[in-house]
Structures are given as C-alpha cells and as structure tokens.
C-alpha cells in the first residue's frame, strides 16, 4: 500500500490507499507555515500511520507548481515553500521514496482511474475552491506542459480590466468562479440592491469580511434570492470559461470538484446552459459531459498514492 498526503493551505491530510482506490487509514494535521515546521507536520502523520500499516512509498499533492522530475516544489502560493527539493527531504527522514504532484493533477488521475471519468480518454477536471485548479488528461496520460505547471486555469484572463487578483493581474477566471467569488459577487449585489436579502444583508452590514461563499451558498439552498443570483453570477462564469478551455482541448468529460462542487446542483445545469451557448461551433459539435467529482475531498491524496504506488 502507499500514502497519499493532500498538503492544503490549512491541514496536511494523509491516507493509506490500497489498490483499488480505497482509503483504509487517515491522518491529519494544521498547515503550519514555516517550512521546517511544515515538513515536521508531513512527516508526523505519514510516521504514525506507517507505524500502522506496510507502506512502499508516499506521494504528496501539493497546491503549487511541482518540476517536471515530481521532485521539487518551484512555488506553491499558500505554502512556505519556493524551490526546494521536498521529495528528497522528506524520503530522507521518511527512509521511503517520495514522489511529488500538483493537487489537481493528482486529483484527475484519481477520477480517471476509480471515480467520474473512469474510461475517458480527454479528461479536465476543474477544482472549485478558494480559487480554481486544473488537471488535465490527453489521451488518458496526464498533461503536465513542457516545465510542469500546466494548466493553470485559474488565472486565465475572462474579464478584461475585471475584478483585480492576487497574481497582479485581473480579471481572471477564479474572481469569477470560485468560494471567493460567490463572496465577492454576494457583497456587490447586497451594494447595488440593499435590503433585498435579510440573512446576507446582516452579516454585511457587521462586517462585509464574513460574507463567506460557504454563507452565501447556505443562503442560496435556503432560497435567498440573493444568494441565488451570486450563484447564477458564478454558473454564468464556470460555463463561459469550461467554453474556452474546451475549445483548446475538446475534453469529452470535465470533472467539477472542489469545495464549491458541494453546491453544484445550486449551478450546474446553469453552468452547462452557458457552455453549450458559448462553445465555438455550439450546436454543430459534441459537448463534453460536466459533471461532478466522486471522490470528493480525497480525490487528490488518493492521485498521490497512485503515483507513488506506480513508482515502486
Ligand atoms: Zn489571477
């Protein structure tokens, strides 16, 4: 068996997966932020389940840009690392070999092999969280570009002189499309339309800060015409811009995971409205089919594992 670690910006998450896919043990731990201390937390819970069960190797998704060997870390936003050399660090203290990928292209492999796009052979597999990630597979093999850290979704630019990012520069896919978003976009709506939604309005008017998008999708499913209309804001976004990667790739499956997928009922079939309208040929031309993750949170430490299990 091997351990799949999930290394977020808020907890370090690991798992022994067998062969099939299957999580039998997990281990958990906060993201410290110092890299010392970040290693020493991946290291504890990868410890102390290896202590548990026969493991041949571990394999790290992290959310960042990997080097096309899986061996180092060249930037990761929400961690402390920029280009080090993970994967030897932590085999050295682990005594087992490390493999290293990014957390989206761990997760799409995940997919492809046990869970929603099982059999593709263009799989995209677009992650809805804080921001947007991408993985993608051509031909059933993982595209990972000519220096690792393709396809970075996310920071496509939708919105010309649009809403300004944390990369440098705006517009980009994910102020439009993300948990982030639904917040950004509930807070100009409550802006533009005051007193027309009770529960957001309140929290807004204490502090806009705590219009999160788990609070403005809650009030969507509790029918808040509001919320709703932040969640048609974000369905709009996700199939205009599913239209343009797929215009690139022709994917015949894209994968909605992420924190935001929880809500998709609130949006998919809007979303898949906007891509059918805004694809190039619409009407003329096979549509790829939307649909959401299956494995769910562990869909990126399962991709690791896999890796590392290929590996040994
Ligand atoms: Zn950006």
């Not at 190797?57 to 080090?84: E, Q």
Request: with cysteine; charged share 20%; proline share 4%.
């Amino acid at each position: 068996m091997s351990i799949g670690v999930d290394v977020g910006g808020t907890s370090v998450r690991a798992g022994v997966v067998d062969r099939h896919g299957t999580v039998v043990d997990t281990a958990r731990a906060p993201t410290p932020s110092a890299e010392t201390a970040l290693e020493d937390a991946i290291v504890a819970v990868v410890s102390g389940l290896a202590a548990r069960h026969k493991i041949g190797a571990v394999g790290l998704a992290v959310a960042g840009f990997v080097t096309t060997d899986r061996r180092s870390v060249m930037f990761a936003p929400h961690l402390a690392w920029r280009d080090v050399a993970v994967a030897d660090r932590i085999s050295e203290r682990l005594s087992l070999p490390v493999v290293l990928e990014h957390d989206a292209n761990a997760a799409v492999l995940a997919e492809h092999r046990f869970g929603a796009a099982r059999g593709s052979r263009v799989a995209l597999l677009v992650a809805i969280g804080t921001g947007i990630g991408g993985g993608l597979l051509l031909d059933g093999r993982l595209f990972r570009g000519a220096f690792g850290v393709a396809p970075e979704l996310g920071h496509l630019r939708l919105v010309p002189h649009g809403r300004p990012c944390s990369c440098g520069k705006s517009g980009c896919w994910e102020r439009y499309c993300s948990g982030t978003a639904l917040s950004v976009s509930a807070v100009e709506l409550l802006a533009r339309h005051p007193g027309r939604s009770t529960v957001l309005a309140r929290e807004a008017s204490i502090d806009a800060r705590t219009v999160t998008g788990r609070k403005v999708a809650a009030a969507a499913r509790d029918g808040d015409p509001l919320a709703r209309r932040a969640m048609a804001e974000l369905a709009t976004w996700l199939g205009e811009g599913l239209a343009l990667v797929a215009d690139i790739y022709d994917p015949e499956i894209v994968v909605i995971a992420g924190g935001v997928s929880e809500s998709a009922p609130l949006f998919l079939d809007d979303a898949r409205e906007h891509y059918r309208k805004s694809i190039t040929g619409a009407g003329y031309r096979p549509l790829a089919r939307i649909r959401t993750a299956q494995l769910g949170d562990d869909a990126a430490l399962v991709g690791a594992a896999l890796l590392a299990a290929d590996r040994t």
